[in-house]
């Protein structure tokens, strides 16, 4: 093969590899890869605890309520629905001095 081939080539792949790159970065930014698609979250779960090997507790907020779930392997129980608690504000970082 000759140069040419050679420089022929290595165009070929660095214009495949930036078409792809490209693809990927427009996907991204036009929320194409985000499972949900683009905005604001409604649902989370927002706390789980284990209660033994099988079975699981957890709490999910939905919008501006919380639903308490027990989960296990015969079936899942809604244990308790009550509106959101609303997180409380951060205490203020104590400042140490020194003289």
């Known amino acids: 093969m000759e140069f040419l081939d050679y420089a022929r080539t290595l165009f070929a792949l660095l214009a495949t590899l930036a078409l792809i790159v490209g693809a990927a970065y427009l996907a991204r930014r036009l929320g194409m890869l985000q499972p949900g698609g683009p905005g604001v979250k409604r649902m989370r779960i927002t706390e789980t605890l284990l209660i033994d090997t099988r079975r ?27 509106p959101a608690k609303e997180m409380p504000a951060p205490a203020p970082a104590a400042v140490e001095t020194t003289t």
């Open 56 to 82: 699981r507790m957890v709490i999910v907020r939905v919008d501006d309520r919380e639903h308490v779930v027990l989960l296990g392997p015969g079936g899942d129980v809604l244990v308790r629905d009550m």
